[in-house]
């Protein structure tokens, strides 16, 4: 299967939209547009929230492999009090 958007083949989980099948990383463009538009209304908060969304999802998964916990902040406990 290809995704609509870039045509290359997708790898992992399709992201469905109503309309169209997508990759993972075409995906996190799409939610990154439409969060953006949502919040701010104009197509340029809709651009820049989804490069920082992409550019957000990269650095998070490239940071870990499978089974690898989530960087955990200073201070942070795990047990998201902070107490």
Request: with cysteine; proline share 5%.
């Given at each position: ?8 083949p ?55 492999r ?18």
């Open positions: 299967m290809r995704c609509e958007q870039c045509q290359r997708i790898q992992g989980p399709p992201v469905r939209t109503a309309t169209r099948v997508l990759c993972q990383d075409c995906g996190d463009a799409f939610t990154g547009f439409a969060a953006g538009v949502l919040a701010g209304g104009t197509v340029g908060d809709g651009i820049a929230t989804s490069g920082w969304f992409r550019a957000l999802r990269r650095r998070r998964d490239d940071g870990r499978d089974g690898d916990q989530p960087d955990r902040g200073p201070g942070d406990r795990g047990d998201h009090g902070g107490r």
